[in-house]
């Protein structure tokens, strides 16, 4: 008998592709696939970090997409179910939503960088200036605040969940404590 004529159904009927949002680290894309292969009716799952995509290959008895989507967003991450066979207008879509979200991200350096340059100068050349600490502070604190909002955030919801990324490194270094 021929292997390919017991595996005559199309094999990408039992894939499921989903969009993985929410991850900064490779340790992210391990986690949600740990989290994904541990639910019933997922034979197999793979994360991918660089297109923050998710394939899940079904079991006899396949999950829910909504099943799915719960148990990652449990993990504070989102999942949304992606048509591969999507139009050329949904990836267009989809991509312009990308450059926009790397847009948001690329002003964060061009703000932090010219403040963290004076925090820097004053902290080093006048130390013993009494008004130089209150500048410093006034200085920092958007840069904390504003331009690293979404590392907070980020280490806020993975402490909430009992687990740490490098998110939660970052943010510990900021701390006053």
């Given at each position: 008998?021929?292997?390919?004529?017991?595996?005559?159904?199309?094999?990408?009927?039992?894939?499921?592709?989903?969009?993985?949002?929410?991850?900064?680290?490779?340790?992210?894309?391990?986690?949600?696939?740990?989290?994904?292969?541990?639910?019933?009716?997922?034979?197999?799952?793979?994360?991918?970090?660089?297109?923050?995509?998710?394939?899940?290959?079904?079991?006899?008895?396949?999950?829910?997409?909504?099943?799915?989507?719960?148990?990652?967003?449990?993990?504070?991450?989102?999942?949304?179910?992606?048509?591969?066979?999507?139009?050329?207008?949904?990836?267009s879509v989809q991509?312009?939503?990308?450059?926009?979200?790397?847009?948001?991200?690329?002003?964060?350096?061009?703000?932090?960088?010219?403040?963290?340059?004076?925090?820097?100068?004053?902290?080093?050349?006048?130390?013993?200036?009494?008004?130089?600490?209150?500048?410093?502070?006034?200085?920092?604190?958007?840069?904390?605040?504003?331009?690293?909002?979404?590392?907070?955030?980020?280490?806020?919801?993975?402490?909430?969940?009992?687990?740490?990324?490098?998110?939660t490194l970052v943010?510990?270094?900021?701390?006053?404590?």
């Amino acid at each position: 008998m021929n292997a390919t004529a017991v595996h005559d159904a199309d094999p990408a009927a039992d894939r499921l592709h989903f969009a993985v949002e929410g991850m900064t680290c490779a340790s992210c894309a391990a986690r949600v696939q740990k989290v994904l292969g541990r639910q019933p009716g997922v034979a197999e799952a793979h994360v991918n970090f660089a297109t923050a995509q998710a394939i899940i290959r079904t079991a006899d008895e396949p999950a829910s997409a909504e099943q799915l989507v719960a148990a990652v967003t449990g993990i504070g991450y989102g999942l949304a179910p992606l048509d591969i066979a999507a139009p050329a207008e949904t990836v267009s879509v989809q991509q312009s939503e990308r450059e926009a979200e790397v847009r948001l991200w690329r002003w964060r350096p061009a703000v932090a960088w010219p403040l963290a340059a004076v925090v820097l100068y004053l902290s080093v050349f006048h130390t013993h200036q009494p008004w130089a600490s209150d500048v410093a502070w006034a200085l920092a604190t958007p840069v904390q605040f504003i331009v690293g909002w979404p590392i907070l955030v980020s280490a806020w919801t993975r402490a909430r969940n009992r687990q740490m990324n490098m998110d939660t490194l970052v943010m510990l270094t900021w701390t006053p404590w």
